[in-house]
């Protein structure tokens, strides 16, 4: 299994932008898939999940409200809608996969495959 990341670049601040994770090798709607992000001298954070089959989401508290996590299963493709940017959102966003039944997963070892990343650049 294995993810191509896009959609990241450099937005101003309060703008949108939309990271799509393509999967390849194997089918991922029995997996909850999830993002997470990991800022310059930070811990690769959570940033919100999307449960397999059912598609429940579930997101971290700084960036609910704001954020979108979508899957299109036909595609085998999961997305994350950012919008109103902040500064403080700038950070490399990963896209993983977890194939355990954990409900959610939102830590970083329960996830067993990953994207390269893609950089999200927000400017003030």
């Known amino acids: 299994l294995q993810f191509v990341e896009s959609g990241g670049g450099l937005v101003q601040a309060g703008g949108s932008l939309r990271l799509s994770c393509a999967a390849s090798g194997r089918t991922i709607s029995s997996y909850h898939m999830g993002w997470f992000r990991q800022a310059p001298g930070k811990e690769r954070e959570i940033v919100g999940t999307i449960i397999r089959n059912g598609g429940r989401t579930y997101y971290a508290d700084s960036v609910k409200g704001r954020f979108t996590i979508s899957r299109d299963n036909d595609k085998n493709t999961v997305y994350l809608q950012m919008n109103s940017l902040k500064p403080e959102d700038t950070a490399v966003y990963y896209c993983?996969?977890?194939?355990?039944?954990?409900?959610?997963?939102?830590?970083?070892?329960?996830?067993?495959?990953w994207g390269q990343g893609t950089q999200v650049t927000v400017s003030s």
């Open positions: 993983a996969a977890c194939t355990r039944f954990i409900l959610p997963p939102d830590r970083r070892d329960e996830y067993d495959y």
